[in-house]
Nanobody, 124 residues
Framework: QVQLVESGGGLVQAGGSLSLSCAASGRTFSKNAMGWFRRAPGKEREFVATSGWIGTIAYYADSVKGRFSISRDNAKNTLYLQMNNLKPEDTAVYYC?????????????????WGQGTQVTVSS
């Protein structure tokens, strides 16, 4: 059974940092694109960042560009999201997802595998 399990969420003050991890099990995703999405209170889930299977190709939402960094360790089947200079508007449940293919994408329908999410709360 495929599982994606996020960790590392929590409460942080504005300007602070958090590092999220997503551990995959049940199959390897070393040849698949992976991504992070988030759902803020009262809003729809939105794209945050995506990484190609090599890891050197990455795309970000404009709202997090320059503050967030996505990376992956294919040997550990783990995806990461380093979040710096956090803002209250970054408060959301953050989801890890694995794509069906190798091409990084910001489209949710291209990700058949999803984690349960981890809460990130940024206080002002």
């Amino acid at each position: 059974q495929v599982q994606l399990v996020e960790s590392g969420g929590g409460l942080v003050q504005a300007g602070g940092s958090l590092s999220l991890s997503c551990a995959a099990s049940g199959r390897t995703f070393s040849k698949n694109a992976m991504g992070w999405f988030r759902r803020a209170p009262g809003k729809e889930r939105e794209f945050v960042a995506t990484s190609g299977w090599i890891g050197t190709i990455a795309y970000y939402a404009d709202s997090v560009k320059g503050r967030f960094s996505i990376s992956r360790d294919n040997a550990k089947n783990t995806l990461y999201l380093q979040m710096n200079n956090l803002k209250p508007e970054d408060t959301a449940v953050y989801y890890c997802a694995a794509a069906a293919g190798a091409t990084p994408s910001n489209k949710q329908h291209e990700y058949p595998y999803w984690g349960q999410g981890t809460q990130v709360t940024v206080s002002s």
